[in-house]
């Protein structure tokens, strides 16, 4: 019995100061404990009130430690049971600056970056919470891309040899979508490794990521035809006929190649490992599916909104292919500008502001 994928809320309903903190500041405000925390992320996960995750039924008891019991199936649930959040030992409070920092940076943030702004925990402890974040990236059940979509496969460089997910030459063979908007410019990206460029493999991406009927535009690879079948419409580009470069062929994904790896080699500086390199193609594409959102403060409930739809990463899956070890020792942390706890202590809760 699968729970249906939640819809979520148009950005146009959500509004900056009642439905996300508009800044920094608000967040400190919004947020003066775990507690705090906990309430946001219950109003993210049941808006309409609590339902089990277990046996979909809303009846219940509140339990004295806040937990929820189902009065159907008896089991008790927290919030943050079967989330990202899952049995964390490290504060919400935590979590929420790193969830600000994310998304609030442009080109968000690497582990090392991260561990430095929160002063808390190691580097491993950074790069962990920042691998749960990328998984909240991935939207269950999110809209398929539609209309005219550019397709192609890219390699990527740089990245240090992986047990898995190794093209030729230990570069990483990547799949491209990306929607071509009209008169001009790009809609949302999908990215995911593949093993190869047969006909079966490119068939099985387009089938997950773009609906049926839309207009695929590749090159000339022998792949194509037998890939797209008869659930779309082809518009094959033959590049070596045309003798056009190929980011005058396929635009979109000659853009995102380079907006990506211009940020592995960036935010990231290339220490980007092969074996969780999908991670940061989830992360990529959901900032750049986002590019456009007018307020980061909206990236931040996203980020949350989906983390609690999610299921856990367990730790130990992150350690079978763990965080590179650092070569150089971290900076030092200026402990008086960042592990001071949110002051300003609040009881007003706006996101409630709904139910009055
Ligand atoms: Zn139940």
């Not at 929820?68 to 600056?97: E, K």
């Not at 430095?116 to 491993?124: D, E, K, T, V």
């Amino acid at each position: 019995m699968g729970m249906p994928a939640p819809t979520q809320t148009p950005a146009s309903d959500l509004r900056a100061g009642r439905d996300y903190p508009p800044s920094y500041a608000d967040l400190r405000a919004w947020f003066p404990d775990d507690a705090a925390c906990l309430d946001y992320l219950e109003w993210l996960r049941w808006p309409n009130g609590f339902v089990c995750p277990r046996c979909e039924t809303p009846g219940h008891w509140r339990m004295g430690d806040g937990r929820f019991w189902c009065a159907s199936c008896q089991r008790r649930v927290s919030v943050t049971s079967g989330t990202i959040f899952h049995r964390t030992r490290i504060p919400l409070m935590v979590w929420f600056a790193a969830a600000w920092h994310v998304t609030s940076a442009k080109n968000g943030v690497s582990a090392k970056t991260l561990h430095r702004l929160l002063g808390f925990g190691s580097y491993q402890t950074a790069w962990a919470m920042l691998h749960r974040f990328r998984a909240a990236m991935v939207r269950p059940g999110r809209d398929p891309l539609t209309g005219e979509v550019e397709v192609n496969e890219i390699f990527i460089g740089g990245v240090r040899p992986g047990k898995r997910g190794r093209g030729a030459e230990g570069k990483t063979l990547v799949a491209v979508a990306v929607e071509l908007l009209r008169p001009k410019g790009f809609g949302r990206c999908r990215l995911r490794i593949i093993p190869d460029t047969r006909a079966p493999t490119l068939r099985a991406f387009l089938l997950d990521y773009v609906s049926p009927g839309a207009v695929i535009v590749t090159d000339g690879l022998s792949s194509y035809p037998e890939a797209i079948g008869d659930d779309y419409l082809h518009k094959p580009y033959v590049v070596a006929r045309s003798g056009d470069p190929a980011h005058v062929a396929l635009p979109g994904v000659h853009r995102v190649a380079s907006l990506l790896k211009r940020w592995l080699l960036g935010t990231h500086q290339g220490a980007v490992e092969a074996d969780h390199l999908q991670a940061y193609l989830d992360e990529f594409a959901f900032r750049f599916n986002r590019r456009k959102a007018e307020f980061r403060g909206l990236l931040f409930r996203r980020i949350l909104e989906q983390a609690v739809q999610v299921k856990p990463i367990a730790y130990r899956v992150l350690v079978m292919a763990p965080a590179p070890k650092l070569t150089k020792p971290l900076p030092p942390i200026n402990h008086q500008a960042h592990t001071s706890s949110f002051a300003g202590a609040s009881l007003v809760h706006p996101w409630r502001e709904h139910n009055r």
